[in-house]
C-alpha cells in the first residue's frame, strides 16, 4: 500500500485527439486555493466515510475502501473497468433574468488541471502535480458592451467550477485507492497505453477528465524524461454517442417527440403542474422545461447562494426544489426506462455506445487489448440513458460527478468472467433482477446488452 506516495514533474504535454488541440507552454505560478474553493459545497471526507444515503444533487458519493465490496468468487482478479462520469458541479446553462445580479468566480481555475501546479494536503491527493501547460480565462472588463446580460465574475454559462474539478480530483484518488494501491489493476506509474480516455468535445467535460486523471495519476518524470502526455479522445459533436444524438440519428428525434406525445405520465405531469409551472414562470421571468428550472435552481443551492426571489411574486423555497426534482424525476423515468417504445429509443441513442461496452469486454476476454481502463467522461444525458438500459431502480437525475463502473473480473476457474455494475460506489439494483449486478456472468450481462444495439444502425437512424 502507497497511501500518500507524492509524485512530481516540471512539464507535462495535454493532447486532445481527434480533431482537437496540442497546446504547450509552462507557467510558474498559481494562486493557493486554500481560501478560494467554496469547500461548504464539498463533503470534506478524504474518501473513507462520505457515503450518505440522502440524494445529494451537489455530490455523488465517491467508492471507497470501506464500501467497496469483495468479489463473491474468492481468488477472483480485477481485469478491466469502464468508468463513467458526469462533469462536476458548474455555472447554470442560462441566465436568467434574476442571475445577473450574481457572481460566479473561475478565474482560480488554473491549478485545477492535470499539469496543473501543487495543491493543500486537504485536497488528500496522493500526489503533487505538474506544472500548468495552457489555461482559458474569461474575463468582461468593466463597460464591456451587452455585460448588464450576464452574471459578474469570470465563469461563462455550463462552466466547470473551480468545486467541480475538485470533485473529481478526489474521485480520482479514490480510484487510485482502489486500482492502483489495492487491487493493482494499474500500475503505480502513469502508463498511457493501459487506459483509454474519451470525452465529448465540450470544456466542462474535459476539464473533468483532466480533473479526474490528475487524482489518479501524478507524474514520476525524471529531469530529462520527455513529457507526460495526456490524451482525451473527442468525436465532433455532430456525430458524437456519449449522449443520444438525434442530429445524427432523425429517426430518434421523431420516437422521442412520439414517446413524449403520447405517454400518459408526462400528460398527468403536464395538468399536475399548470399552476406550479405559472408560480414558477412569476418567480424566475422565463419559463423552462423541468430539468432547466432545476438547472437554475441547484446549482444557487450548490453554492450556498440566495434563491431567487421576485418581489410581489413569492421566493424558491425548499418545497418548491423538491417538488422541481421530483418532476424532473418522473419524466426521467419515462422517458428513459418506462414509456411504451423507450427500448427502441434506447436502441438508436445508446445503442452504439452499449456495442463499445460490449466490444471492451469482449476484448479482454480474448486477450485482444492492452487497455485496463475506459474512461468516458460525459454529462447526466450520458448516464441517465445508461440507467434506463440497465433497469436501474434509482432513475434520480445524477448528481454532479455521479460515476458508473462496469467492472470485468476474472475467477480462478479458467476462462469464466464475471461483470459486477457500481453506480455511486454501491452496486447497482434493477427493477426486474435480470441479473445480480453484483456478480452477472458476462455471457449474462453481453446477452443483455445485445438487446440494445443495433447492427444495421445507420439504415434505421434514417427510417421515417
Not at 507535462?12 to 469547500?39: H, K, M, N, Q, Y
Not at 473527442?234 to 432523425?250: E, F, K, Q, R, S
Not at 418581489?311 to 423515468?333: P, Y
Request: net charge neutral; glycine share 6%.
Amino acid at each position: 500500500m502507497l497511501l500518500g506516495q507524492r509524485f512530481v514533474t516540471p512539464l507535462a504535454v495535454l493532447c486532445i485527439t481527434f480533431g482537437g488541440l496540442f497546446l504547450t507552454s509552462t507557467r510558474l505560478w498559481a494562486p493557493s486555493l486554500a481560501d478560494e474553493i467554496p469547500l461548504h459545497i464539498l463533503d470534506q471526507a478524504n474518501g473513507e466515510d462520505n457515503i450518505s444515503d440522502k440524494y445529494n444533487y451537489c455530490q455523488a458519493n465517491r467508492p471507497n475502501l470501506k464500501s467497496y465490496p469483495s468479489p463473491k468468487v474468492h481468488g477472483s482478479t480485477l481485469v478491466h473497468s469502464q468508468l463513467f462520469i458526469r462533469h462536476g458541479d458548474r455555472t447554470p446553462i442560462t441566465v436568467l433574468p434574476l442571475d445577473i445580479d450574481q457572481t460566479w468566480e473561475c478565474s482560480n481555475m488554473s491549478a485545477y488541471f492535470f499539469s496543473g501546479t501543487g495543491t493543500p494536503d486537504s485536497d488528500k491527493s496522493p500526489f503533487q502535480y505538474a506544472r500548468a501547460l495552457a489555461r482559458q480565462e474569461i474575463s468582461i472588463p468593466p463597460g464591456s458592451p451587452f455585460a448588464d446580460k450576464m452574471w459578474k465574475g469570470s465563469c461563462i454559462p455550463g462552466q466547470l467550477t473551480p468545486a467541480g474539478a475538485r470533485q473529481h480530483r478526489l474521485l480520482g484518488a479514490a480510484l487510485r485507492r482502489l486500482y492502483v494501491e489495492e487491487l493493482r489493476l494499474l500500475p503505480l506509474i502513469y502508463m498511457p497505453e493501459l487506459i483509454h480516455i474519451r470525452s465529448t468535445d465540450v470544456w466542462r467535460t474535459k476539464q473533468s477528465a483532466e480533473n479526474f486523471m490528475a487524482g489518479l495519476y501524478g507524474m514520476d518524470t525524471h529531469k530529462g524524461d520527455p513529457p507526460p502526455v495526456l490524451r482525451i479522445n473527442t468525436l465532433p459533436v455532430d456525430i458524437d454517442y456519449l449522449t443520444m444524438n438525434a442530429g445524427a440519428c432523425p429517426r430518434l428525434g421523431q420516437l422521442r417527440s412520439a414517446l413524449e406525445k403520447n405517454s400518459e405520465v408526462l400528460k398527468n405531469l403536464e395538468r399536475d403542474n399548470v399552476e406550479f409551472n405559472k408560480e414558477l414562470v412569476d418567480i424566475l421571468g422565463l419559463q423552462r422545461p423541468w430539468s432547466g428550472y432545476m438547472d437554475t435552481i441547484m446549482p444557487r443551492v450548490c453554492h450556498g447562494m440566495p434563491l431567487q426571489c421576485s418581489s410581489g411574486k413569492g421566493c424558491i423555497t425548499q418545497e418548491i426544489i423538491d417538488r422541481v426534482l421530483e418532476n424532473v424525476q418522473t419524466l426521467t423515468a419515462e422517458m428513459y426506462r418506462d414509456a411504451e417504445g423507450v427500448q427502441e429509443v434506447l436502441k438508436l441513442g445508446i445503442g452504439p455506445l452499449v456495442s463499445d461496452i460490449k466490444a471492451n469486454l469482449l476484448a479482454v476476454k480474448a486477450g485482444a487489448t492492452k487497455v485496463r481502463f475506459h474512461f468516458y467522461s460525459g454529462h447526466d444525458t450520458t448516464i441517465t440513458p445508461l440507467l434506463g438500459m440497465l433497469d436501474s431502480a434509482d432513475m434520480r437525475w445524477p448528481p454532479y460527478a455521479a460515476n458508473l463502473l462496469m467492472e470485468l473480473w476474472s475467477s480462478p476457474k479458467k476462462g469464466e468472467y464475471f461483470v459486477r455494475v457500481l453506480y455511486n460506489h454501491a452496486v447497482l439494483e434493477t427493477r426486474s433482477n435480470w441479473c445480480d449486478l453484483a456478480w452477472c456472468p458476462l455471457e449474462t450481462f453481453v446477452a443483455y446488452l445485445d438487446r440494445f444495439i443495433v447492427e444495421d444502425l445507420t439504415v434505421q437512424c434514417q427510417r421515417q
